[in-house]
């Protein structure tokens, strides 16, 4: 796919158009990559143009994701960026942030070029998240300002947490100055060493090593001081206890520069479901107790939760074979996110993609492309969402070269018929179209 716009005209008829503005029912005319016309009296423009079904459906802006871990380079046989976009893309997704740690990391503008150029053809745009530290170890700070001159706007060791203070008080001081975001992966790694899920009632019942909630926490606390002390921005990715939220909410009300994302999995699944000793229920952070995933829903509908963000994992299958104490954590979820909030989550369709679409896009520095109003010259990136069809998950049927999805053979509400990019139809009725 190339950057530029696609020429043929495309008439999505039928639909209720939703964004940020509000909602409303019209047909949406795309011609040379951009929304020409929003309306009702369109049917001058069928003659020649691609005509796009969304009766009964949702039209909006196309989803963002904050949170993919798409493997390459270096771990190609779990995931590539060409098969992890295209299952975005059948997700909704139009955008998403490739997480940097990758093999080499993504901790110079070499490695983030690489990624940037193997996104150039693929089916939803890359957008590139750098390491904060050299090889996410910890020790000495990336080149920032030359990954920050590739248009990078999201930096994260993702994966680990940066342990010491002083290094990530720089960091967010070098940070503020080039006008770029830090995304931390809260966990005290010395509190949660050994810990292979949530450490409480089931991790003593199955024997299995936790680590407890407090790992979390405490970087969550430290980072929204340090953010306080340095006045730069944060961000905190798939937090997954109340407390950690509750923390963020009461930030909030005092002014914190502070933005905070969860996972559908910490919304959607809880420590109970490790009782089958399943790899794929492992994941990091682990999965929680009733009482913190209603807590994450909590935050959701309140606004102390800015985005839902995949977490996107793929392993693959050997990887995920191994024993429990030994596999490594994570699962997909570009193709279930957006009916796993349709199913799970009580909110409005307004709310729900606040959160997936235009709120994420914001925060990955993406909202001139993605995310904005569905108006005339806007960019026509775009999702076309069923909110009432049910479907089952089959895990052998996803895009993804992984198949580590915790949700096969569940029944979910919601799906996304049509993806648009840059006026391009890349999903039709369901299907990828490269």
Same mark, same amino acid.
């Given at each position: 796919m190339?950057d ?15 964004d940020?503005?509000?909602? %409303? !029912? ?5 011609r ?5 016309a929003?309306g ?12 796009l ?15 993919s871990?798409l ?8 995931? #590539?960026v060409?098969t992890?976009?295209?299952a ?6 139009t955008?998403?942030?490739a997480?940097?740690?990758t ?5 110079c503008?070499a ?24 090889? %996410? ?5 990336a ?7 590739l248009?990078?706007?999201?930096? =994260? ?8 203070a002083?290094?990530?008080r720089?960091?967010l001081?070098y ?6 975001t ?7 790694s ?13 991790s ?11 790992a ?7 980072d ?16 997954? +206890?109340? #407390?950690?939220? &509750?923390?963020?909410?009461v ?6 520069r502070?933005t ?9 699944? =809880?420590?109970a ?15 929680r107790?009733?009482?913190? !995933?209603a807590?994450?829903?909590?935050a959701?509908?309140?606004?102390t939760?800015?985005?839902i963000? #995949?977490?996107?994992?793929?392993h693959? &299958? ?14 997909l ?6 009916a796993?909030?349709?199913t ?20 990955a ?7 904005g ?5 806007a ?7 069923d909110?009432e ?6 895990? +052998? ?12 053979g569940?029944?979910l ?5 049509h993806?648009?990019?840059r ?10 179209q490269?």
């Amino acid at each position: 796919m190339s950057d530029g716009p696609f020429n043929q005209a495309v008439l999505i008829r039928g639909g209720t158009v939703v964004d940020a503005t509000g909602k %409303r !029912v019209g047909d949406v005319l795309i011609r040379n990559g951009v929304v020409e016309a929003v309306g009702l009296d369109l049917d001058d423009a069928i003659a020649g143009a691609q005509v796009l079904d969304a009766s009964g459906c949702i039209v909006g802006p196309g989803l963002v994701d904050l949170h993919s871990h798409l493997r390459e380079p270096g771990r190609e046989e779990s995931e #590539t960026v060409e098969t992890g976009a295209r299952a975005a893309a059948l997700g909704g997704y139009t955008a998403v942030v490739a997480m940097p740690n990758t093999d080499p990391p993504i901790d110079c503008a070499a490695v983030a070029r690489q990624v940037f150029e193997l996104g150039a053809r693929a089916t939803c745009e890359v957008a590139v998240a750098g390491a904060i530290t050299v090889g %996410r170890a910890g020790k000495l700070l990336a080149p920032l300002a030359e990954m920050a001159d590739l248009g990078i706007r999201l930096f =994260t060791d993702d994966g680990n947490g940066v342990q010491d203070a002083r290094l990530m008080r720089r960091a967010l001081e070098y940070a503020s100055a080039l006008g770029v975001t830090l995304a931390q992966h809260c966990e005290d790694s010395s509190l949660a060493a050994g810990g292979h899920m949530h450490e409480g009632e089931w991790s003593s019942r199955l024997g299995i090593p936790g680590q407890p909630g407090e790992a979390e926490e405490l970087m969550v606390m430290r980072d929204l001081a340090l953010s306080r002390l340095t006045r730069a921005p944060i961000h905190f990715l798939h937090l997954s +206890t109340a #407390t950690s939220l &509750q923390m963020v909410r009461v930030a909030k009300q005092g002014g914190a520069r502070v933005t905070a994302e969860v996972a559908p999995h910490h919304f959607s699944l =809880t420590d109970a479901a490790v009782a089958s000793y399943d790899t794929v229920f492992k994941v990091n952070p682990p999965l929680r107790p009733p009482a913190d !995933v209603a807590a994450v829903k909590a935050a959701l509908a309140d606004g102390t939760a800015d985005a839902i963000a #995949t977490d996107h994992a793929p392993h693959a &299958q050997e990887d995920k074979e191994a024993p429990f104490d030994q596999a490594p954590p994570g699962m997909l979820g570009l193709e279930t996110a957006l009916a796993l909030a349709v199913t799970e989550l009580d909110l409005p369709i307004e709310r729900l993609l606040a959160l997936l679409s235009w709120q994420p896009a914001a925060i990955a520095g993406l909202a001139g492309r993605h995310g904005g109003p569905i108006v005339a010259g806007a960019a026509a990136n775009l999702c076309v969402i069923d909110p009432e069809v049910t479907w089952v998950v089959d895990a +052998t049927r996803l895009a993804s070269r992984s198949r580590n999805c915790p949700y096969a053979g569940r029944t979910l509400t919601g799906r996304v018929r049509h993806t648009v990019l840059r006026g391009e139809p890349v999903v039709i009725d369901g299907e990828a179209q490269r």
